[in-house]
């Protein structure tokens, strides 16, 4: 593994760069494109994410242009800007959409409101900051930027803007169903996913560039319990909702056996070098001690706890419809994310077992195996990306993982042999808590160095003609 350094990304990043990312991000902020429930586009939401393609399209006027663009799901964007040549083709992907916020979002704890992209002492602030309209923002930056001074792919470059990422990811699946029926076969896709992450390993002072290349597999899985009804005046000795609160204890002692995937083995060594002291000597050996680590790491955090198993979260519940009845039928929601080398069927054993009761049943809703593991090390795309961070975050230890949430980038990889996720934005431990929660902010230096990274990827010499 090299960790590269360049001299042109030693400096800050162009203010006037950075700052027309940042006011064309708070315009995409203020167009409220919340994922919208399945089915049908309602009226408004099409009127909302048209009058975010209508704010895009005069941001970033070359890239329109020059790009034939395509509809795909609902509200989904595919963009194709012709090469030199067609094979080889490269793929590069963010969303549209955004989660809901509460109505009471001051209750919440936000500092502005969520949808007013206001930019205020060096940051852009509001809803999709960083899940994901900044990463698409540097990405239309430095695309919208090349065009301008003449420079065109040396091949083929689609550019996948997916609507409903937050749920499912319907438009990215007919991106790709629409790129296989015409034989297309990405050489390199590129999503959201990781970022340059700081104080995000214990000991590591430098910021960490992690690229995803993997993602955990997906599973809602149902834990279910029936029984008799009647008045609460008179309950069982067991209820529906008792069996199953049972059987959620369970679940939560008995957590999924751990292992270290070689991908996270390599992240470590990586990682390594720039540590100090026992922590230093103990991910060098990473391969060695795999079984020291597997029960070290979830002591550590859990954001380490979950790189090393499967993790079971119980996030819905649901029992009797009134205060004074009993529940004739108790349902609990569990959200697996399944560990790379596991499958969806290994976690249901588990919970099957730990569970240990034939009352309680359990079922999987939906669910999507673990990714494929994309090259790394001496792969000519792997060591593109890392160059890439090294032109714009020249301090990051560029590393590979296995990215522990689900993106749209699972759905490509069926026809992709190299699949990556990582957003090139810098992130610290509270700006990675407020994804999907209040205060969700980027730094306007952050964007413009996000600018450089994808100047950096689309001019490098690995994405050069196929002939190189």
């Known amino acids: 593994m090299k960790w ?3 001299s042109a990304g030693q400096n800050p990043p162009d203010h006037e760069v950075a700052q027309s990312a940042a006011d064309h991000l708070a315009q995409a902020i203020r167009v409220a494109t919340v994922t919208p429930p399945a089915g049908p586009l309602s009226e408004a939401d099409q009127a909302t994410f048209d009058a975010l393609r209508a704010m895009l399209e005069a941001a970033y006027s070359q890239v329109f242009d020059v790009a034939t663009v395509e509809t795909v799901g609902r509200a989904g964007l595919l963009m194709r800007i012709p ?3 067609a094979e080889r083709p490269v793929v590069l992907m963010a969303h549209q959409d955004v989660v809901p916020v509460p109505a009471d979002w001051r209750a919440e704890g936000w500092e502005h409101a969520p949808f007013d992209g206001v930019i205020a002492d060096g940051w852009v602030h509001g809803r999709g900051a960083l899940d994901d309209k900044g990463a698409l923002v540097v990405l239309l930056e430095a695309l919208d930027a090349l065009l301008a001074e003449g420079w065109r792919p ?14 499912h990811g319907a438009s990215a699946v007919a991106a790709v169903d629409l790129l296989e029926s015409r034989g297309v076969e990405p050489w390199l896709v590129l999503d959201e996913g990781g970022a340059v992450a700081v104080d995000a390993f214990p000991g590591l002072k430098a910021p960490m560039a992690v690229i995803g290349a993997s993602e955990k597999g997906i599973a809602t899985i149902e834990l279910s319990v029936t029984a008799d009804g009647g008045h ?3 309950p069982p000795r067991q209820s529906a909702p008792g069996i199953l609160a049972a059987a959620l204890v369970a679940v939560e002692s008995h957590p999924f056996p751990g292992a270290l995937h070689p991908l996270s083995i390599e992240m470590f060594e990586t990682v390594a070098p720039h540590l100090r002291g026992p922590m230093r000597l103990a991910l060098s ?19 380490l706890a ?12 649901e029992g ?14 569990v959200n697996c994310r399944i560990a790379v080398g596991s499958s969806v069927a290994k976690a249901v054993d588990h919970l ?30 792997w060591q593109a990306l890392v160059a890439a961070v090294g032109e714009s975050y020249p301090d990051a230890v560029a590393v590979p993982y296995v990215m522990l949430a689900a993106s749209d980038a699972r759905h490509v990889a069926r026809i992709a042999p190299a699949v990556y996720r990582f957003a090139p934005l810098r992130m610290d431990r509270a700006q990675r808590a407020a994804i999907h929660g209040p205060n969700e902010r980027v730094a306007i230096e952050s964007l413009g160095r996000g600018v450089a990274f994808y100047r950096a990827l689309l001019t490098g010499d690995a994405l050069g003609p196929p002939s190189r």
């Open 4 to 6: 590269r350094r360049a």
């Open 83 to 85: 090469g030199a040549v």
């Open 306 to 317: 979950a790189m090393v198993r499967t993790t079971a979260a119980i996030t819905m519940l």
């Open 352 to 381: 099957t077992r730990v569970i240990a009761d034939p009352r309680v049943a359990v079922s999987v809703v939906e669910s999507s195996e673990p990714s494929p593991v994309s090259p790394t090390g001496e792969d000519e795309r």
């Open 154 to 167: 040396a091949r083929d470059l689609y550019v996948l803007l997916g609507a409903d990422e937050e749920q």
């Open 285 to 303: 050996r990473a391969r060695s001690l795999s079984g020291v680590l597997v029960r070290l790491l979830p002591r550590l955090g859990p954001e």
């Open 320 to 333: 009797s419809p009134a205060q004074n009845v009993l529940a004739t039928r108790a349902v609990a929601t």
């Open 232 to 234: 609460a005046s008179t």
